[in-house]
């Protein structure tokens, strides 16, 4: 059995670019906004630092947004 020997992380889009304003764009063409209230700004943080699990997360949107699926907000 090989063994690991390095392993590197990517904090910040060093390596990956994750294209954070196109991924934005898509989330507010989603959820018909033109801006993100308090409410879901918090939450995606709390998310992102893994305060709150993915089913957490995706219930916060499928209760706030009660017109569209799970399936859709993932």
Do not use: C, P
């Amino acid at each position: 059995m090989q063994k690991i020997k390095t392993l590197i992380f990517d904090f910040g889009d060093v390596f990956i670019n994750l294209d954070k304003e196109g991924a934005m764009q898509n989330a507010l063409r989603l959820f018909k906004l033109d801006t993100f209230d308090d409410a879901m700004i918090t939450t995606n943080i709390k998310y992102e630092i893994g305060k709150i699990s993915t089913l957490e997360f995706i219930e916060f949107y499928a209760s706030k947004f009660q017109n569209l699926t799970k399936n859709q907000i993932i």
